[in-house]
Every structure is written in structure tokens, then in C-alpha cells.
């Protein structure tokens, strides 16, 4: 790399042959260095990172709203998407699927439950049930106010819902009601517990999927 005064041409810039000239805008003085041209090699594995990442993009969409506030402490959207392509899309490039069932939408040390199971009844209500029997007096990991978090996704239109604090652990049930379209539509559903304030959540359970 060069520095030089050109009262001939003045300022230059661009490329010229096979040097590059450009000027500092603090200095005015210009520079020449040899010109390299940009490496983009586009080996297969990058190929199929960039293919993998676009998947991503377009099949979580509608989740990213939903990870900035499951996820608002870890960085939102950004790190949702992120454990989703490490652990929910799988398969090789260009044939990536999403494996619903391995989708995260929290971490963290409170207890799960044992057992769930999630019922369709009259119209478009859900009744969701888990186990209690894991509460334990002034346990520090399942309190009995822990507040009850459920997420449905439909597959057909590309929505999630999420009822956050729908009702307490000790409940251990809980009737939603989901969109009306939805009829006739598969849903996958997730529940996650949280503490009364919002210092801790459990890590989400995928309970399967539910056809309306």
C-alpha cells in the first residue's frame, strides 16, 4: 500500500489496473494498494449452512415475535432461531425439514412435569392437564404459583399462539381457546413454566400434536 499527492489528477478512486486508489476522508490523502478480488469459495458446506440459515428464516417466521419474548433475557429471535437450526432442523442440503417436536421456546432450571396430555373438546377448546405430583413444600424449583405458559402452532398457517401465565402449576388443568379457522388443522402444542416474577422458567415440553 502506497500514499501519494496528485496535483495532476486530484483525488482519484476506484480501480486502475491492478491497484486500487481511494482517498481518507479526515487526511485527504490518497491510497493505492494492490486490488485482490473478494473470496466468496462457496464450498458445499457453506452452501448448505446458507441454504439451512434461509430455511430457517422462512419456516420460523412466525415465531419470531413469540422467541423475543420467550426468549427476551437470551437475545429474542436471534437465539430462538439459532438453537432451532442446532437442534430442529434437520435432514441434508437442500431436503431441511423442521422437527417440530424438537423445538425450544425456554430454558432454565425449574422443574418440568411428569406428565401432560392435551385434549380437544366442544368447539375450538383445548383442555391441557399435567402432573403435580412433583411439587414439593418451599421447593425452590416447582412452586405451586409457577405460572402456566402454553404455545399452539399451526402447521397449515404458519401461526403460533402463546398463552403466557393461563393459569398456576398447582391447577394442573386449563382450557384455552384457539382460532376458529383453525378447525380441521393440525396443532402442535408446548407448555413451559415460569416463576410469578419472571425470574425463571422451565425448559419447554412439546405434548404432540392435535387435530382440530
Known amino acids: 500500500m502506497a500514499e501519494f499527492n496528485s496535483t495532476t489528477f486530484g483525488t482519484i478512486s476506484g480501480r486502475h489496473g491492478s491497484a486500487v486508489a481511494t482517498t481518507i476522508k479526515k487526511s485527504g490523502k490518497s491510497i493505492l494498494k494492490v486490488f485482490k478480488a ?21 419456516i420460523l417466521a412466525c415465531l419470531r415475535a413469540l422467541f423475543n419474548i420467550t426468549f427476551r433475557t437470551k437475545g429474542g429471535a436471534n437465539y430462538g432461531i439459532g438453537l432451532a437450526m442446532r437442534e430442529a432442523i434437520v435432514g441434508t442440503s437442500p431436503d431441511f425439514s423442521l422437527d417440530y417436536s424438537k423445538l425450544k421456546f425456554s430454558e432454565g432450571s425449574l422443574k418440568k412435569t411428569g406428565v401432560m396430555t392435551v385434549t380437544k373438546m366442544a368447539n375450538m377448546d383445548v383442555k391441557v392437564d399435567w402432573n403435580v405430583t412433583n411439587i414439593i413444600p418451599n421447593d425452590t424449583i416447582a412452586n405451586e404459583d409457577d405460572g402456566v405458559n402454553l404455545i399452539f402452532l399451526c402447521e397449515e398457517f404458519n401461526e ?7 393459569s398456576f402449576r398447582i391447577d394442573a388443568t386449563v382450557t384455552v381457546t384457539l382460532p376458529d379457522y383453525w378447525a380441521t388443522t393440525k396443532v402442535h402444542c408446548w407448555m413451559y413454566f415460569s416463576r410469578a416474577d419472571g425470574s425463571l422458567n422451565s425448559i419447554s415440553q412439546y405434548f404432540g400434536v392435535l387435530q382440530m
Open 38 to 58: 473478494p473470496t466468496n469459495p462457496k464450498t458445499p458446506k457453506q452452501v448448505a449452512q446458507r441454504t439451512k440459515f434461509g430455511f430457517a428464516i422462512v
Open 160 to 166: 403460533a399462539m402463546l398463552f403466557d401465565n393461563s
